[in-house]
């Protein structure tokens, strides 16, 4: 009778401890919790990650203008059960920051862009426009990543080789139209394609007048003025705007850039649906380059 007891209570440990096996290996598997407050740093998480993340993108919708964006009990909910939390910063999602103070997350880790590229408040806070930016962010993530599952470093250490092979040819885009268009002057109704211009090497113009817009505060007079000279008088190649703020003032400029042959191109603060951050990138520096090209015959 001994000796059955003591059988049926090997059974039981080795049972107990085969399903305490098993849960450790769900738990390895569980897909790490992911938040972004933007949806082309979830897209950039989601290529890293692959299967291993679930990543909610806060704003996702390209027809809003981000800057109207209020949090809601969902977005806090979402933060409550994520393990990372990828974000802007430099103001630009400042609901996060408030999100994050009020919902302490067990452990959360957070990869804020503007800190890993030394932008602080009052910088043009569009930093995914910077060709440098998303690299850095996506070191950021995979090694994160990396840390906290270590059983799947070899499918994240190929993702995270796979994607900076993949922003390479938005590299070489800005080089060639650095090389056809430095110096060329073009105008914007806001900041957002900002780093972007500047790494071609563009002349911009206007830079108050994006700055104001941007802030929601009417531009001066004589700001006005200035930006309906340079569209008039063609003294400037193409119009850059925001599609998601289209206010009065932005639809008079498109306007008179229209009447007088100027170019008009749409950027966006948002990734569109159906598109990557990569082929977003590079649809938006193939109409830039068709419309100077157009501007250069």
Not at 50 to 61: E, K
Not at 138 to 149: C, E, F, I, N, R
Request: proline content about 5%; charged content about 20%; some cysteine.
């Amino acid at each position: 009778m001994s000796k059955l007891v003591a059988v049926l209570s090997c059974v039981a440990v080795f049972c107990a401890s085969l399903c305490g096996s098993v849960s450790a290996q769900t738990a390895q598997t569980k897909p790490v919790q992911v938040v972004a407050a933007e949806n082309f740093y979830g897209d950039v998480v989601r290529q890293l990650g692959g299967a291993h993340v679930a990543v909610t993108s806060i704003l996702s919708n390209p027809d809003e203008d981000p800057h109207l964006f209020e949090a809601s009990p969902k977005t806090a909910r979402a933060l409550q059960n994520a393990a990372l939390v990828v974000y802007n910063g430099a103001d630009y999602d400042p609901w996060m920051d408030k999100l994050l103070g009020a919902s302490k997350g067990n452990g959360r880790t957070s990869i804020v862009a503007a800190q890993l590229t030394g932008k602080k408040s009052g910088d043009n806070p569009h930093l995914w426009y910077d060709p440098a930016t998303m690299p850095t962010v996506a070191k950021a993530v995979s090694a994160y990543l990396v840390q906290t599952d270590p059983a799947h470093k070899s499918d994240y250490d190929a993702r995270l080789q796979a994607f900076l092979a993949s922003v390479k040819p938005i590299d070489d885009k800005v080089a060639a139209l650095r090389s056809h268009y430095k110096g060329v002057p073009v105008t914007a109704t806001e900041p957002v394609f900002g780093y972007m211009s500047d790494a071609i090497g563009l002349d911009m113009h206007n830079a108050r007048f994006q700055l104001a817009t941007m802030n929601d505060t009417e531009p001066s007079a004589s700001d006005i003025a200035q930006f309906e000279k340079d569209l008039r008088e063609r003294r400037v190649h193409v119009l850059i705007y925001n599609s998601q703020a289209t206010g009065a003032l932005t639809k008079r400029m498109l306007k008179i850039a229209h009447d007088a042959h100027v170019p008009s191109i749409s950027v966006t603060e948002t990734l569109p649906a159906g598109k990557t951050f990569q082929t977003w990138m590079t649809s938006q520096l193939d109409t830039l380059a068709a419309a100077l090209q157009g501007q250069a015959q």
